[in-house]
């Protein structure tokens, strides 16, 4: 094992033998993840509890971009755009394997966007302060080509260009894991939490259960933390059945086509699209990803699918600043995911003028919830639950101490490799050159090394979130399904049937990425 890497039988073999935990998080995407490293970092015996796989919901599923916000500047919300941008120049320096430097174009066709639009990324760059990771500049029109070459030219007057964040979410996911578990957290996927154990009414811990084996457990806890996302308010429900919603929850989708529809370097940001909203096409791992959308949601769930207006929806924005534009038959994957909304006193049922700030409750009996909030937040977002925790007397006080601390892999320059100082262990595994399909770059030593360093348990967990295939192209990781099912066996001491069980369940939930 690497840098202490702990197998699943060794985190629960953990999850028996402790008695009581400090801090135990329920939810194992961007915001429980965040709040568990905080917990650990500050010393705290911490444990995080998934029902499904890390990251498996929405963290998985975003525009891929570390970033303020244009779109909550044009609101009017400052502070969310500053805090933002503060956290976006932390994670740049403290993972700068995983998140990188990105220019953006906005184009401009009126005479007066131009300079409209570079007084807002002024003031975008003043709220990033010493963080910056780059001016804006004003383009012409041969300028603006330069960088996207397939922009439509009819009209171009130029356009701004602005410097942002861009990341893989999943990978940042799955190195919060590795820097919760190196640091003496313990994390376990497939173990849903049943039901919340109280003393005295106040809530003092969680029944769970392996998914896996069936296995019960009985987890205490001085702090009980739930951070499921869209989901947050079916664990507050464990607590108070009549509980109110805190979440009005909102679909947004995203289309991945070939580079050759925008081979330049930059990102293009269509500053707004007829529901009110910001549209980019982002380059991301060689495929170009469009979106996204804005659809509201009555019941969340881990696998959304894109409905065909949002499809068309971003296919028609996006024909009206390509010059030749992408079609269905294009598309190689779509995805969704689910935003937790905060859920607004009194409005007009639109989900896009909802707040994007995260909200932190205590309930009657001291279940703390933490949901909104987003990608670029998440370290703000654990520090501010930890804190609560400990305001609330669930803890003992202790400094945070995430700020300024490197993330598991960090490399000392900016990287292009998402296995970061991992790399050359990985490096090392059986079939490292081996690549499972032409037009993927997964490995069968990345198939191992997930299985063996990342908790990976099926098919899927490695080529949608250890290995983005799936959200890459759908049809591609059809066909490498089989191979990595084999490789799996091996690792995890699987049978035949297991394999083929495998393979039917990938093939079925990569149904859902394809266009028809």
């Known amino acids: 094992m690497l840098h202490g890497m702990s197998t699943r039988a060794s985190l629960l073999a953990a999850l028996r033998e402790r008695g009581r935990w400090d801090v135990l998080v329920i939810g194992g995407g961007a915001t429980g993840l965040g709040t568990a490293v905080d917990a650990v970092a500050r010393g705290f015996r911490t444990l995080l509890l998934e029902g499904a796989d890390f990251a498996k919901g929405t963290s998985s599923r975003s525009t891929k971009l570390i970033h303020g ?4 500047l044009a609101q009017g919300n400052l ?4 805090e933002s941008l503060h956290e976006r120049g932390l994670l740049q320096r403290n993972a700068p394997h995983l998140v990188h430097r990105l220019g953006f174009v906005i184009p401009a066709y009126r005479w007066w966007e131009k300079a409209y639009y570079r007084t807002g990324l ?6 990033a302060g010493g963080l910056s990771l780059g001016p804006s500049h004003l383009l012409n029109d041969l300028e603006a080509l330069r960088l996207l070459p397939t922009l439509r030219r009819d009209g171009l007057r130029g356009g701004v260009l602005y410097i942002d964040g861009q990341f893989d979410d999943a990978r940042l996911a799955i190195t919060l894991l590795r820097t919760l578990l190196t640091r003496g957290g313990t994390a376990l996927n497939y173990l849903p939490v049943t039901g919340l154990l109280k003393e005295n009414d106040r809530v003092s811990g969680v029944t769970a259960r392996d998914a896996e084996t069936g296995e019960e457990f009985h ?5 009980v933390i739930n951070a499921t996302g869209v989901f947050a308010d079916s664990i507050r429900r464990m607590d108070e059945p009549d509980a109110p919603a805190m979440l009005s929850p909102s679909q947004g989708i995203h289309l991945v086509v070939d580079r050759r529809f925008q081979p330049g370097d930059a990102a293009l940001l269509i500053p707004k699209t007829e529901d009110g ?15 996204t959308t804005d659809t509201p949601v009555a019941n969340p769930t881990l696998e959304p699918r894109a409905l065909e207006e949002e499809i068309d929806f971003v296919l028609r924005t996006a024909a009206r600043y390509l010059a030749e534009p ?18 607004a006193e009194t409005g007009n049922g639109s989900t896009a003028a909802l707040s994007r700030d995260h909200v932190i409750r205590l309930s009657r009996s001291g279940l703390l919830t933490i949901t909104g909030g987003k990608w670029t937040t998440y370290r703000r977002m654990g520090e501010d639950a930890i804190d609560q925790a400990i305001a609330a007397g669930l803890l003992l006080k202790r400094a945070a101490c995430t700020e300024h601390m490197p993330l598991h892999g960090a490399t000392e320059t900016e990287s292009e490799n998402v296995f970061g100082t991992d790399v050359e262990f990985l490096r090392a595994l059986p079939g490292a050159g081996r690549l499972l399909h032409p037009a993927l770059t997964i490995t069968e030593a990345q198939v191992r090394w997930a299985a063996r360093q990342e908790l990976a348990r ?5 080529l949608a979130r250890r290995h983005r295939a799936l959200f890459l192209d759908a049809r591609a990781s059809l066909v490498a399904a089989p191979a990595v099912a084999t490789l799996l066996a091996e690792e995890l001491g699987r049978d035949e049937a297991w394999q083929q069980a495998q393979i039917g369940a990938y093939a079925e939930l990569a149904q859902g990425y394809l266009l028809r």
């Open 69 to 72: 916000g244009v779109r909550y």
């Open 79 to 82: 502070g969310l755009v500053r």
């Open 122 to 127: 002024l003031a975008y760059e003043q709220l």
């Open 219 to 223: 987890v205490e806890a001085s702090a």
């Open 277 to 291: 909203r910001v549209l980019f096409a982002v380059p991301w791992h060689g495929k170009l990803v469009l979106g």
């Open 326 to 343: 992408p079609t269905r038959a294009d598309v190689l994957s779509v995805f969704a995911g689910q935003r937790p909304l905060v859920r």
């Open 458 to 462: 099926t098919v899927e967990d490695v």
